[in-house]
């Protein structure tokens, strides 16, 4: 395999299917419902905690587990979507995802909710995130995958969005604390299979030139790649970005339960709050990119960790009282815009710090294997702070803790552009890509 050959998997001109647009809806349709059933928790806390008669602590132990699984499986599955059809891989994890949250919503005793969390980890990331991100660089031109990712992006949120309203209102609906539950269970568990039943009769199988199976692909090579990818500081510099990134970017999860526990909001409240934090992704996401493509992925996230490290902060900081629900919508909204907007546009930074084209898959996989364990640590760590301090206390010192980490991220982004600055003249890494 040559250096050019990434570049030609990303031209579809010659293999364009019919009904594009209908192509990409499906993968942002996709894209988005897989995750509603593992992430519940980020608008339904409490409900999970009194339907399951869980402890916070517990919740965070069934994310954790789901963490872990996805975490091991980012790298095996770029090698398993370099092989087995999207399409195949996008449908049967989709499915899988589907009939979990079917199993789920039976109430199943605490040992059958980590099982399943266990699954959905090994069904979200090993045969599908891959898969996902491949099928929709095979949609785009090769000078068109920023628009690509933003509207596959924004449309996740718009379609996150939509379904987290849907829960919201069969939930409020319901008789029952339990019996709203497993009715948004069955909204994002019918949505997992509907997606599963559009990609399959939308997504077309791989073209021949973005398969993988031929002999030039043997395990020296990707041993190679690793070894070339783990000496470029840029890479651990990214990972340290997304990192903090992505556990800000949890830490709105605490919102709805924040304000039911510390302003004594119902259940219907929360929901709608985390619904209405859902709705703010879409746009966040687009500008962001816009915004991006004209002065640096690099500056604006600089201002965004500012933003968020202040915003953190003041949350850690606001009087419990019923006096302050305008400053918490305030908060709520300028965290959740900031959060959907550095999501949105951390791996451009891949281009920015002149990561080679040939090793952005070992590099987005080894970068993914470190940047997103917050998935493990974030909701443990929450539900262990919220246990140990009663009420609002532990939300407080959650949120402290998410400003520190915003200054950390803000030093990590910093240094990536000082380096980029220091390099501007220099050629990009040129590793000798063997065939």
Request: hydrophobic share 50%; with cysteine.
């Amino acid at each position: 395999m040559n250096a050019t050959e990434p570049n030609q998997a990303a031209q579809p001109a010659k293999r364009r299917p019919p009904h594009r647009w209908l192509l990409l809806g499906s993968l942002i349709l996709a894209g988005e419902s897989i995750y509603m059933l593992p992430y519940m928790r980020k608008s339904f806390q409490t409900s999970m905690e009194a339907t399951f008669a869980l402890s916070s602590f517990e919740i965070g132990t069934l994310n954790a587990l789901f963490g872990l699984l996805a975490l091991v499986c980012y790298l095996p599955g770029g090698w398993l979507a370099d092989r087995v059809s999207a399409r195949r891989l996008l449908t049967i994890s989709l499915a899988g995802t589907g009939l979990g949250g079917l199993y789920m919503a039976t109430v199943p005793g605490y040992a059958g909710l980590l099982a399943v969390h266990a699954f959905w980890g090994i069904f979200t990331i090993l045969t599908f995130w891959a898969a996902l991100i491949k099928a929709t660089r095979l949609w785009s031109q090769a000078d068109a995958q920023g628009r690509a990712f933003g509207i596959l992006d924004g449309g996740r949120g718009i379609v996150g969005a939509g379904l987290g309203s849907l829960a919201a209102l069969c939930f409020a609906l319901s008789s029952s604390v339990e019996n709203g539950l497993v009715s948004v269970i069955l909204v994002y568990s019918l949505a997992s299979l509907a997606a599963s039943l559009a990609v399959w009769l939308v997504v077309p199988d791989d073209p021949p030139v973005a398969s993988g199976n031929n002999a030039n692909h043997h395990g020296l090579h990707v041993l190679d790649s690793i070894g070339q990818v783990v000496r470029i500081a840029e890479v651990w510099l990214i990972a340290t970005v997304i990192f903090c990134a992505y556990f800000l970017f949890l830490g709105s999860y605490e919102f709805p339960a924040y304000a039911e526990r510390g302003f004594e909001r119902s259940k219907e409240f929360g929901a709608w709050l985390g619904a209405f934090r859902d709705w703010l992704r879409p746009a966040s996401a687009m500008i962001a990119g816009l915004v991006a493509d004209r002065i640096s992925a690099s500056r604006a996230m600089t201002f965004l960790f500012m933003v968020l490290a202040v915003s953190y902060a003041s949350l850690a900081l606001l009087p419990a009282d019923a006096a302050w629900m305008a400053q918490l919508w305030a908060q709520v909204t300028v965290t959740a815009l900031a959060v959907f907007a550095l999501r949105g546009i951390y791996f451009a930074l891949l281009e920015e710090a002149r990561i080679p084209l040939p090793l952005t898959g070992i590099a987005v996989g080894l970068i993914s294997m470190m940047a997103y364990t917050p998935d493990i640590i974030a909701p443990v760590t929450s539900g262990w702070l919220v246990e140990r301090h009663p009420g609002i206390e532990g939300y407080r010192r959650y949120f402290g803790t998410l400003a520190i980490l915003a200054s950390v991220g803000l030093l990590a982004i910093s240094a990536i552009r000082v380096r980029a600055m220091r390099t501007q003249r220099k050629p990009p890494h040129s590793p000798n890509v063997r065939s």
